[in-house]
């Protein structure tokens, strides 16, 4: 009778330190992982959904805007030898990449139906990925990580660059913020989203606000490309997942929305994250496409979004 | 061609005669008329999606999925041993009808860019099932399939009879979307894309016009991804790569938006521009992506709208 107690003590005891590790070693770490992942992306859906509100045009070479940053990367890391320097000229070249282009390309197109920058994005992304391929080659390629070694964080050791990584993307969106409000560049840009031909009649350059934006939003991506690179593998392809998971963030943050889509960045990173602990990676997949699906079926226009703006 | 009041003009038929003809024209090779095949294909299925596109404003980003589905659909009947080219046309539009009819519940409710990404999404779902389900073979998906039958005895197993199978597809599909753009029904559609509030407030519903459309949308182009099943004797997968709906896309552009016959042309014109670029040099994406931007910039009407820039040059005009 007291055996059978003590017994069941002890199991109570170890059940609950069994949970306790479980919380530590296997829920914090993918948590963290979440967060990391959820803020790269919100960098990526960010430069998405800026460049919805003011084109409207949804930016299908997104993705591969990401993907030449990581490339970039390599080059500058072996022109250079340096992944901080790396850091700040990958950026630089994709945004110019992205002035360009935009110059060259959507401009022409401002007054016309947005379909037709949907799929004049589409072209663009075919011809970014195979000059990419043709240039850098079809194979896996890595980064190596600047940063070594773990920290113990919490009860567990988390790596050092990931930690890394959450910080400068966590910098980056503040900075971002700040830039949206405090700056005028960034109160033109929101005036521009809100209201183009108001802004153009003010006297601003849009045009030259556009471009700016989308060499901006091209920088961003080529960034948050860069920094992942280390942590996933570089290939002409890899803006193709990335792509699809920020078009799931810009429409469950509400299209348009700078919050939302960092918000819902969040979201799917830790859901993903979490749910690889119970899934193969393929039903994960399924499951935040059902997750898109069902909030966009109780609301509509996602999280933060705003009614009629993309109806 | 639009005063014409029958759904089929005599200039339809001469086209239908001419590519009936065409495997008879000594340079018809085995390649080329499979190739043939493929292009007739595409260009059906183009033309299904410019009921969409053009007619409606509905950019679908996942036609490739009622393509695959119904690929997959006749490819597992293939398997079974059942070989009939009906039973496997008739359960390939069944699978298709019900999964279109899911995503045309859902997409049709959103407009534009929500439409898009919606049938994406939906796409992508059906894209990694398939993908990851050993059931269906996985990223192998179903090879080796027996070659069809019409009738007990008549096998689709040459080139030729392949392409006039799928030539009774094409007459059969430009005859449908043909009585819909004529139709009533077709009218609305074109009132819905050029001012949706407009139309709901003269009292349609919106929405179902945008289901019906889909669904119509949607079999054809399974039906059609049924008829590759059969010929090329598998299904796999990257039939249903989100690449797929784009290239149908890049085909309509490439033809016209909104006129049915251009569509055809421009997924013929693709298939064989792929076809003859991939054969020469490997970075054929480059080209088929600078020839999309090009049509966007500076040709938003497609190919078929050089015939209307020849007709008022000058010097036509003054004779």
Same mark, same amino acid.
């Given at each position: 009778?007291?055996?059978?107690?003590?017994?069941?003590?002890?199991?109570?005891?170890?059940?609950?330190?069994?949970?306790?590790?479980?919380?530590?070693?296997?829920?914090?770490?993918?948590?963290?992982?979440?967060?990391?992942?959820?803020?790269?992306?919100?960098?990526?859906?960010?430069?998405l959904?800026?460049?919805?509100?003011?084109?409207?045009?949804?930016?299908?070479?997104?993705?591969?805007?990401?993907?030449?940053?990581?490339?970039?990367?390599?080059?500058?890391?072996?022109?250079?030898?340096?992944?901080?320097?790396?850091?700040?000229?990958?950026? +630089? *070249?994709?945004? @110019?990449? %992205?002035?360009?282009?935009?110059?060259?390309?959507?401009? #022409?197109i /401002? $007054?016309?139906?947005? &379909?037709?920058?949907?799929?004049?994005?589409?072209?663009?992304?075919?011809v970014?990925?195979?000059?990419?391929?043709?240039?850098?080659?079809g194979?896996?390629?890595? +980064? *190596?990580?600047? @940063?070594? %070694?773990?920290?113990?964080?919490?009860?567990?050791?988390? #790596?050092? /660059? $990931?930690?890394?990584? &959450?910080?400068?993307?966590?910098?980056?969106?503040?900075?971002?913020?700040?830039?949206?409000?405090k700056?005028?560049?960034?109160?033109?840009?929101?005036?521009?989203?809100?209201?183009a031909?108001?802004?153009?009649?003010?006297?601003?350059?849009?045009?030259?606000?556009?471009?700016?934006?989308?060499?901006?939003?091209?920088?961003?991506?080529?960034?948050?490309?860069?920094?992942?690179?280390?942590?996933?593998?570089?290939?002409?392809?890899?803006?193709?997942?990335?792509?699809?998971?920020?078009?799931?963030?810009?429409?469950?943050?509400?299209?348009?929305?700078?919050?939302?889509?960092?918000?819902?960045?969040?979201?799917?990173?830790?859901?993903?994250?979490?749910?690889?602990?119970?899934?193969?990676?393929?039903?994960?997949?399924?499951?935040?496409?059902?997750?898109?699906?069902?909030?966009?079926?109780?609301?509509?226009?996602?999280?933060?979004?705003?009614?009629?703006?993309?109806? | 061609?639009?005063?014409?009041?029958a759904?089929?003009?005599?200039?339809?038929?001469?086209?239908?005669?001419?590519?009936?003809?065409?495997?008879?024209?000594?340079?018809?090779?085995?390649?080329?008329?499979?190739?043939?095949?493929?292009?007739?294909?595409?260009?059906?299925?183009?033309?299904?999606?410019?009921l969409?596109?053009?007619?409606?404003?509905?950019?679908s980003?996942?036609?490739?999925?009622?393509?695959?589905?119904?690929a997959?659909?006749?490819?597992?009947?293939?398997?079974?041993?059942?070989?009939?080219?009906?039973?496997?046309?008739?359960?390939?539009?069944?699978?298709?009808?019900?999964?279109?009819?899911?995503?045309?519940?859902?997409?049709t409710?959103?407009?534009?860019?929500?439409?898009?990404?919606?049938?994406?999404?939906?796409?992508?779902?059906?894209?990694?099932?398939?993908?990851?389900?050993?059931?269906?073979?996985?990223?192998?998906?179903?090879?080796?399939?027996?070659?069809?039958?019409?009738?007990?005895?008549?096998?689709?197993?040459?080139?030729?009879?392949?392409?006039?199978l799928?030539?009774?597809?094409?007459?059969?599909?430009?005859?449908?979307?043909?009585v819909?753009?004529?139709?009533h029904?077709?009218?609305?559609?074109?009132?819905?894309?050029?001012?949706?509030?407009?139309?709901r407030?003269?009292?349609?519903?919106?929405?179902?016009?945008?289901?019906?459309?889909?669904?119509i949308s949607?079999?054809?182009?399974?039906?059609?991804?049924?008829?590759?099943?059969?010929?090329?004797?598998?299904?796999?997968?990257?039939?249903?790569?989100?690449?797929?709906?784009?290239?149908?896309?890049?085909?309509?552009?490439?033809?016209?938006?909104?006129?049915?016959?251009?569509?055809?042309?421009?997924?013929?014109?693709?298939?064989?521009?792929?076809?003859?670029?991939?054969?020469?040099?490997?970075?054929y994406?480059?080209?088929?992506?600078?020839?999309?931007?090009?049509?966007?910039?500076?040709?938003?009407?497609?190919i078929?709208?050089?015939?209307?820039?020849?007709?008022?040059?000058?010097?036509?005009?003054?004779?």
């Amino acid at each position: 009778m007291i055996f059978s107690r003590r017994l069941h003590r002890l199991r109570y005891e170890t059940s609950e330190r069994a949970r306790l590790d479980y919380l530590v070693v296997v829920l914090l770490p993918q948590l963290l992982h979440g967060l990391v992942f959820g803020a790269a992306l919100g960098l990526l859906a960010l430069g998405l959904t800026v460049i919805f509100g003011l084109l409207g045009v949804m930016n299908f070479a997104h993705g591969e805007l990401y993907m030449l940053g990581a490339y970039a990367g390599i080059t500058f890391i072996a022109l250079t030898h340096s992944f901080w320097v790396a850091m700040l000229l990958a950026p +630089i *070249a994709v945004g @110019v990449v %992205g002035a360009v282009t935009e110059m060259a390309t959507l401009r #022409p197109i /401002y $007054r016309r139906e947005p &379909l037709y920058g949907l799929i004049l994005t589409f072209g663009l992304a075919l011809v970014f990925r195979e000059g990419a391929r043709q240039i850098w080659g079809g194979d896996m390629r890595r +980064i *190596a990580a600047p @940063v070594t %070694g773990s920290t113990p964080v919490l009860g567990m050791t988390y #790596p050092n /660059y $990931r930690l890394f990584l &959450l910080a400068a993307a966590s910098v980056l969106l503040v900075a971002i913020w700040l830039f949206f409000t405090k700056t005028r560049a960034g109160v033109v840009v929101r005036a521009a989203v809100q209201d183009a031909e108001m802004l153009d009649a003010l006297g601003v350059n849009v045009p030259r606000v556009f471009t700016l934006t989308f060499a901006g939003s091209a920088a961003l991506a080529a960034l948050a490309g860069l920094l992942l690179a280390p942590v996933f593998t570089v290939y002409p392809q890899m803006g193709v997942e990335m792509i699809l998971l920020a078009f799931i963030v810009v429409i469950l943050g509400g299209m348009g929305s700078m919050g939302g889509s960092v918000v819902a960045a969040f979201v799917i990173g830790i859901a993903q994250s979490l749910l690889t602990l119970w899934m193969n990676p393929q039903r994960v997949a399924i499951a935040i496409f059902g997750i898109m699906i069902l909030v966009l079926i109780v609301r509509p226009r996602g999280f933060f979004g705003r009614e009629g703006v993309l109806e | 061609m639009s005063r014409a009041p029958a759904a089929v003009t005599w200039r339809a038929a001469v086209v239908f005669a001419a590519l009936a003809a065409l495997p008879a024209a000594p340079f018809m090779s085995k390649y080329y008329l499979l190739l043939a095949f493929d292009a007739l294909v595409f260009g059906a299925i183009a033309m299904s999606l410019d009921l969409l596109m053009g007619y409606t404003g509905l950019v679908s980003f996942g036609h490739a999925a009622f393509y695959g589905l119904g690929a997959y659909a006749a490819a597992v009947l293939l398997e079974r041993g059942i070989v009939s080219v009906w039973a496997c046309l008739g359960f390939a539009l069944v699978v298709v009808g019900l999964y279109a009819l899911i995503v045309a519940y859902f997409a049709t409710g959103r407009r534009g860019i929500y439409f898009a990404l919606l049938t994406l999404i939906f796409a992508e779902v059906v894209y990694t099932f398939f993908r990851y389900t050993q059931t269906f073979g996985g990223s192998d998906g179903i090879q080796g399939l027996p070659e069809a039958v019409v009738f007990p005895g008549v096998a689709i197993d040459t080139p030729a009879r392949k392409y006039y199978l799928v030539l009774g597809y094409l007459a059969v599909a430009f005859v449908v979307c043909r009585v819909v753009v004529r139709s009533h029904f077709g009218k609305v559609l074109v009132a819905i894309r050029e001012n949706e509030d407009r139309a709901r407030f003269l009292g349609y519903n919106v929405q179902r016009y945008k289901m019906g459309v889909c669904m119509i949308s949607a079999l054809l182009t399974g039906a059609g991804g049924a008829l590759y099943a059969m010929r090329a004797a598998y299904a796999t997968p990257d039939l249903m790569l989100w690449t797929e709906s784009g290239e149908f896309i890049i085909s309509v552009m490439i033809g016209g938006l909104g006129t049915l016959v251009g569509p055809i042309i421009g997924g013929a014109f693709f298939t064989i521009l792929r076809d003859k670029v991939s054969s020469y040099v490997d970075w054929y994406f480059i080209v088929i992506g600078l020839v999309l931007i090009v049509i966007v910039l500076f040709m938003p009407r497609g190919i078929v709208s050089l015939r209307s820039v020849l007709r008022s040059r000058p010097w036509r005009q003054t004779t």
